[in-house]
């Protein structure tokens, strides 16, 4: 049956029937066309979705195509194969080769060919001693070459007495690339058909130019979506839906499209999903809805969708049937209107999610730092009734000095005191003004608070309150009531002092707490006072420092070596070497391979000899060469700013350049997975710290608008590509919510130069924003530019400002002539070699490709060479990343705490020295060992 099925005179009418009843479902759900285009075969549905054509013309012209296109098969063998390069590289392949013709165009980087079996045979070897690579297609024939040329003398006569009208929405054919009005025009291109190449990625182009901004694919799940992107890849204002997925799904696909249709702007009604005698009013229980923002837990928030220009129109494409194989079409809904689209698009989280679901990874680092807190508590003195105050830890203010507890309890009125203290506590940490805060919220589902906030918050507690121990059942989701609760039930020295609320607006303070009973005067110490403890006084007995050996002791038990400091014996390029053996290497950030390239090393040589080892010197005094002078300027014109300055060392760029520049008063916005050199300089600086949810523009603009008014600055520091996730940021969102309240932004590009914009300009020239939108652009020299180091560029008054005030920079020696010259030396030849960024582009496509094909989660990577592969469990991801190192393949593993433990994963750097044959052997071992895992019990 499944053969009868794919074949081409059954294939082509049976998936024009099933793209027209999806298009008429979708009518019926309220989203319909603006402009229409398909790819191949699903040209003539997309033509009967325009009303070019009646849908049952539509049918029968597929009948007798599928039975001339069969007819002209007989006795001809053919095949397809898509090429992943550009066209005039596929055109240079194919000279020389008979009987192979370039059929189907469908993006920047893919040429699908069409031929007999030995000139395909052919082409494939011409291309693997290129290292292009090929993937054969599951066809019936060569479609779209001359080889099919006799089908069209028949469609052509049939074509003459078939009724063909003029399309009433705006048509795109995908063989002339261009629209079509008149049916005359379409009858021409219908009859060559069969033998003409399909321009499929000018097609888009010409749907872009009309207006073109949301498509949509009918059927096939996203398989044209993915060219679609590609095509527009410099264009930020585009969306791809696709309606169904890649397998039956039980139409969740649909419902997810239509739930991301409405976000859009689309005014979608599913009540066609349901039959009219069968819809039933339901009473829904009230939901308690506050006036806040609310997070959805144990999902990572991903990008926000960012509405479409209102003048956009909305594309309905149709996909390709190449024999046996339906590809799919896609489609455009309409533009949105001019309010700002919801937030969070539904497929962000299950529709079933618990809202009071806990997230695990914060609960987990709040009970060790709860354990840990608690060993601290367990060496001071025990409070009794009889027992005098003790001397409180150097840390506290002389407000936390414990009190002599009467045999009395407490008196009543002491909670309130307590609340006021917690409340401010709070209200420090989080942003929020007291006004604001309820005794119900939830601090991390509610509040924001991250690990480190948590931290933050117990550890003031605990210094204001040291008698107070920790208990798990409070800080499980803790809320502001629990943790009075618990404060008051414990400490009899509740009433203690309200700490300051610091903020640059007009504060709303919390109230005064009642005057705490004096404290009894301290005994004078005994001549034999005990001396204080070892985890005091020794940093080996730190509790930190005696955790962190537990856990590597642990390791040593599983059995495994340590993954961690391995040395690597020579220059990291797609190998490496580990004990005098060469491993295949995904451990590497040296994107474009200019690491190890002799031009750059040469500079670097040649630095040494004329300027030295070290400059010896701050830039200030007389650490200045003429190279930083060179680097710094052609830095700046390849970020798009007036200036820059660069700095001895990446990660103490963004936290000197942070900690200067804002402090007691203001306020900065980080997203969640925000680099640590950026959460050390929100430290460094004394600001109020805020994560906002991952990507998530709109949960950023709900939380400026409830606290923008109570700082003065605000910074909000984003990632260009995220290391760990390979992402990239929403930055015409956060532009925009940054003009909107009045803020700072400061884009850190570390894994964004030289790897994504057409010609690795960064995450600026990928969405072709106007580089002054930003007030900072920070990046590291290590990665792309080769090289070790930071900088930091924008305006050159900001610029200049830093050179003369910025710690990091007045106070430390400039960087090295070699280093210096090893990055500008990077530098020049990625302006001169940007088909290195084009190929390291290519590389990371195809691996995610496998990879996603393997089953392999690989989280949000996307169009970036960082991928992670997403194991789940720290043990297993150890287990996993030795199994590969014992294959010949090293990548690291990123375990917890860097990570949820349900996000423990082994990371890939991909890079430009990578082949195919690489990608794809390394790929397979993964898969492999993956599978192993799966299936072999744990020790």
């Given at each position: 049956?499944?053969?009868?099925?794919?074949s081409t005179e059954v294939c082509q009418p049976l998936l024009g029937t099933v793209q027209i009843a999806a298009t008429r479902l979708l009518a019926d759900l309220g989203v319909r066309p603006e402009l229409v285009l398909g790819h191949s075969v699903g040209e003539f549905a997309a033509a009967a979705a325009a009303g070019a054509l009646t849908a049952e013309d539509t049918v029968r012209l597929l009948v007798h195509r599928g039975a001339t296109l069969r007819e002209a098969e007989s006795g001809l063998r053919g095949g397809m194969l898509a090429v992943q390069t550009d066209k005039e590289t596929c055109r240079r392949l194919v000279t020389g080769i008979d009987d192979v013709w370039l059929a189907c165009f469908n993006q920047p980087r893919q040429v699908v060919v069409s031929g007999t079996p030995q000139g395909l045979a052919a082409?494939?070897?011409?291309?693997?001693?290129?290292?292009?690579?090929?993937?054969?297609?599951?066809?019936?024939?060569?479609?779209?070459s001359p080889r099919l040329a006799a089908a069209d003398e028949r469609m052509r006569a049939d074509l003459t007495d078939r009724p063909v009208s003029s399309p009433v929405l705006p048509f795109v054919s995908s063989v002339s690339a261009a629209l079509c009005t008149d049916p005359g025009r379409l009858r021409e291109l219908w009859g060559r058909h069969a033998s003409a190449p399909v321009r499929f990625d000018e097609a888009v182009r010409t749907a872009y130019d009309q207006g073109a901004r949301v498509f949509l694919q009918v059927t096939g799940g996203n398989s044209l979506l993915t060219s679609v992107r590609r095509n527009l890849t410099d264009h930020g204002d585009v969306h791809v839906v696709p309606v169904t997925g890649d397998a039956p799904d039980d139409a969740r696909s649909l419902v997810r499209a239509l739930a991301r249709l409405a976000v859009l702007g689309v005014a979608v009604d599913p009540r066609a999903l349901v039959p009219r005698e069968e819809r039933l009013l339901l009473d829904l229980p009230v939901a308690r809805l506050a006036t806040r923002s609310y997070w959805v837990p144990g999902r990572r928030a991903r990008q926000r969708v960012s509405p479409p220009d209102i003048d956009s129109r909305r594309a309905l494409t149709r996909p390709p049937s190449l024999g046996g194989a339906p590809a799919p079409p896609h489609a455009t809904p309409p533009p949105p209107p001019a309010a700002s689209p919801l937030p969070v698009s539904p497929e962000e989280s299950a529709m079933d999610a618990s809202m009071h679901h806990p997230m695990d990874e914060l609960l987990r680092l709040v009970q060790q730092q709860t354990a840990l807190l608690a060993r601290l508590a367990g060496a001071l003195p025990e409070h009794g009734p009889a027992a005098p105050a003790a001397d409180p830890p150097a840390a506290a203010p002389p407000a936390a000095a414990a009190?002599?507890?009467?045999?009395?309890?407490?008196?009543?009125?002491?909670?309130?005191?307590?609340?006021?203290?917690?409340?401010?506590?709070?209200?420090?940490?989080?942003?929020?003004?007291v006004s604001r805060l309820g005794d119900d919220q939830?601090?991390?589902?509610?509040?924001?608070?991250?690990?480190?906030?948590?931290?933050?918050?117990?550890t003031a507690l605990g210094q204001q309150w040291p008698q107070w121990t920790y208990d798990e059942a409070v800080t499980d989701r803790p809320t502001v009531a629990a943790i009075v609760a618990s404060?008051?039930?414990a400490s009899p020295d509740a009433a203690a002092a309200v700490p300051e609320q610091r903020s640059g607006g007009d504060e709303v303070q919390a109230p005064d707490p009642a005057p705490a009973p004096a404290p009894d005067p301290a005994p004078d110490p005994a001549p034999g006072a005990t001396a204080p403890p070892e985890e005091h006084t020794r940093i080996e007995c730190f509790p930190e420092v005696v955790a962190h050996g537990e856990r590597i002791a642990a390791l040593s038990g599983l059995g495994l070596p340590n993954p961690y400091f391995l040395v690597h014996q020579g220059g990291m390029t797609d190998t490496t070497v580990v004990d005098g053996r060469e491993l295949l290497s995904f451990s590497s950030y040296n994107y474009l391979g200019l690491a190890t390239h002799p031009e750059v090393s040469a500079a670097a040589r040649e630095a040494t000899e004329r300027f030295g080892t070290s400059v010896s010197a701050s830039r200030l005094l007389s650490g200045s060469r003429p190279l930083h002078l060179e680097l710094e300027s052609e830095l700046a014109d390849l970020l798009g700013c007036e200036a820059a300055i660069t700095l001895a060392n990446g990660h103490a760029t963004n936290v000197t350049v942070i900690g200067h520049l804002v402090g007691p008063g203001d306020l900065i916005v980080h997203d969640a997975l925000a680099h640590d050199s950026i959460l050390q300089g929100c430290r460094l600086s004394g600001a109020t710290r805020r994560p906002f949810p991952h990507n998530d523009a709109a949960a950023l603009d709900a939380l400026l608008t409830q606290v923008r008014g109570e700082f003065r600055r605000v910074l909000v520091v984003v990632e260009g590509v995220y290391s760990m996730d390979g992402d990239i940021a929403d930055l015409p969102a956060l532009i925009e919510v940054k003009q909107r309240h009045g803020c700072l932004l400061m884009i850190d590009e570390a894994h964004s130069i030289g790897t994504i914009g057409r010609s690795g300009r960064g995450i600026g020239e990928h969405f072709d924003i106007d580089r002054t939108a930003v007030d900072l652009w920070s990046g590291t020299l290590s990665k792309a530019l080769?090289?070790?180091?930071?900088?930091?560029?924008g305006s050159r008054p900001v610029v200049e400002y830093l050179r003369y005030t910025v710690p990091g920079f007045v106070y430390s020696a400039g960087m090295t002539p070699a280093d210096t010259a090893a990055s500008l030396g990077a530098l020049r030849m990625l302006r001169g070699e940007p088909e290195r960024v084009a190929r390291l582009?290519?590389?990371?496509?195809?691996?995610?490709?496998?990879a996603r094909e393997a089953g392999i989660d690989t989280g949000d990577s996307h169009r970036t060479p960082v991928v992670p592969c997403i194991v789940g469990n720290s043990l297993k991801t150890l287990r996993l990343?030795?199994?590969?190192?014992?294959?010949?393949i090293s990548v690291n593993p990123i375990l917890h705490p860097a990570v949820p433990e349900e996000l423990a994963r082994l990371r890939f750097f991909v890079t430009y020295d990578h082949t195919p044959g690489r990608i794809r052997q390394a790929v397979a071992a993964l898969a492999r060992e993956l599978l192993l895992l799966d299936t072999t019990p744990a020790a």
């Open positions: 049956m499944g053969r009868r099925i794919a082409m494939r070897q011409v291309c693997a001693e290129a290292g292009v690579v090929t993937v054969a297609l599951d066809v019936s024939n060569a479609f779209h009190v002599p507890v009467e045999e009395d309890p407490a008196p009543p009125g002491e909670p309130a005191d307590v609340r006021a203290a917690v409340l401010a506590h709070v209200a420090r940490v989080s942003a929020f003004p939830l601090l991390v589902d509610d509040l924001g608070f991250d690990s480190l906030m948590l931290t933050d918050l117990f404060i008051a039930g080769a090289s070790c180091g930071g900088y930091v560029a582009a290519e590389n990371a496509a195809l691996f995610v490709h496998l990343a030795e199994a590969l190192f014992q294959q010949g």
